[in-house]
């Protein structure tokens, strides 16, 4: 559950610090990632779409851990497999990032939702 520090420092932040589990290891796997905050929840579209190998741990071990100026979160994460809400992350992304998002994410299939609260 975040915190409203976490809160705050996510409507700054350019990217955030992703950490999963290991679907093989089980060892922490962190990365940085852009992403949507709407409301009290963070949307992630892995750039490998469902190949990436992040998402495909976020499946097998769904809690995850989401850092951004020295704030973090623990929460779990949901699989999204609507197109239609897919593509609404993918615009809201563009719409915060730019047109270079189309060249990053070409494999729009997939996204992941984190709920905040």
């Not at 955030?16 to 992630?44: A, C, M, Q």
């Not at 976020?58 to 979160?73: C, L, M, N, Y």
């Amino acid at each position: 559950m975040a915190t409203a520090e976490f809160n705050d420092v996510l409507r700054t932040a350019a990217e955030i610090e992703l950490t999963v589990t290991g679907r093989r290891s089980g060892r922490d796997i962190s990365n940085p990632v852009w992403f949507v905050h709407e409301g009290d929840k963070l949307y992630l579209l892995p750039v490998g779409g469902a190949d990436s190998d992040w998402y495909r741990n976020v499946q097998k071990t769904p809690t995850i851990r989401v850092a951004a100026g020295g704030a973090e979160a623990t929460a779990q994460a949901r699989p999204i497999t609507a197109p239609e809400t897919v593509n609404h992350i993918f615009q809201e992304l563009r719409a915060k990032y730019g047109a270079d998002v189309d060249r990053y994410y070409p494999k729009r299939d997939v996204a992941v939702e984190i709920p905040l609260a």
